[in-house]
């Protein structure tokens, strides 16, 4: 059995739904905490993502792997909804001491291989209220029970460690502006304690990338023909791994303001994936592209 070392702590991971949000909320439920998981999808609707993962299936995981998984349906970027659900939080627990934001939802956006001049001006506008604004919001209502309790940590996960182009200027915006949003508040939160930092996994094996190969999790290595960069790919797991020595770390409040990764991490703390590897995305693409990261 394996150590419970985040029991009677609560989180909430915005945006549990499936890929990195699903694998931080199993893993903080492993290590014994009450996790809530919010998002848009669930057994009666979907979100416009149009997956069939739920926040309820997201639940009952955590629940299955020791913890206790409470499904809570949240748009985070309505501010009534995310305003009661930190009341809810507060009602039912007194406090929260982790609070992971994974808000996407922009796929159904976001257009690779057009220039931002060629691109849904609406839709890459819209990708950054449904990304962006949806941490914002959340960090607003939520923040106040950290201070409360002088205490707390704040991930904000995002793609990638700096400020460079993502391939699109859209997405490049959302998730370099996480980056500072993390680096922002870190510096308004740290008279109370609270710890802030933006994490990000490498190349991420979700559910819906599987999808997108043609494969699933028991034979992934057949997208490699696919795509070569994959075989450096990382469970959901990894980043939930993270979350965790992130987590139990009493001397976490160094990293505030900081930017990390899973790669780094794990060398750090010395946690695997799944099947006891150690993807290290930071040195493949050193090793491929001759840049550092």
């Known amino acids: 059995m394996k150590e419970r070392i985040l029991e009677g702590k609560t989180a909430l991971v915005a945006g549990g739904t499936r890929g ?26 979907r979100s416009e993502m ?24 949240t748009d985070h970027t309505n501010s009534n909804e995310v305003s009661e659900l930190v009341r809810k939080i507060d009602s039912e627990q007194g406090k929260l001491d982790i609070l992971v934001n994974d808000v996407w939802g922009g796929d159904p956006y976001i257009r690779w291989d057009e220039r ?3 691109h849904s001006l609406e ?11 949806s941490h914002l919001i959340t960090n607003y209502f939520a923040a106040p029970l950290m201070i409360r309790n002088r205490s707390g940590l704040i991930l904000e996960i995002t793609d990638g460690i700096d400020y460079r182009y993502r391939g699109n200027l859209y997405y490049t915006l959302i998730k370099s502006s996480i980056i500072n949003l993390s680096r922002c508040i870190s510096e308004e939160l740290k008279p109370f304690g609270i710890t ?15 999808d997108h190969f043609g494969v699933q999790e028991k034979n992934w290595k057949d997208a490699v023909l696919k795509d070569p960069h994959f075989i450096v790919s990382e469970t959901p797991a990894y980043i939930g791994r993270a979350v965790v020595s992130l ?47």
Request: aromatic residues 10%; negative net charge.
């Open 116 to 118: 931002f001049w060629e």
């Open 123 to 133: 839709n890459g506008i819209k990708v950054q209220r449904t990304c962006l604004e």
């Open 247 to 293: 987590a139990e770390d009493k001397n976490v409040f160094e990293k505030t303001g900081t930017s990390t990764s899973t790669w780094k991490l794990s060398e750090e703390y010395g946690f695997t994936d799944l099947d006891g590897s150690r993807p290290h995305w930071g040195n493949y693409f050193k090793e491929k592209f001759g840049e550092e990261l």
């Open 20 to 45: 990195a949000g699903r694998g931080i909320a199993i893993a903080l439920g492993e290590a014994g905490a009450t996790v809530y998981v919010t998002g848009r999808s669930t057994k009666e609707s």
């Open 50 to 73: 149009n997956r069939k993962e739920t926040i309820e299936e997201t639940a009952e995981l955590v629940n299955e792997s020791g913890g206790k998984g409470i499904a809570v349906k």
């Open 196 to 210: 802030a930092l933006s994490l990000t996994p490498g190349f991420l094996r979700s559910e819906a990338m599987l």
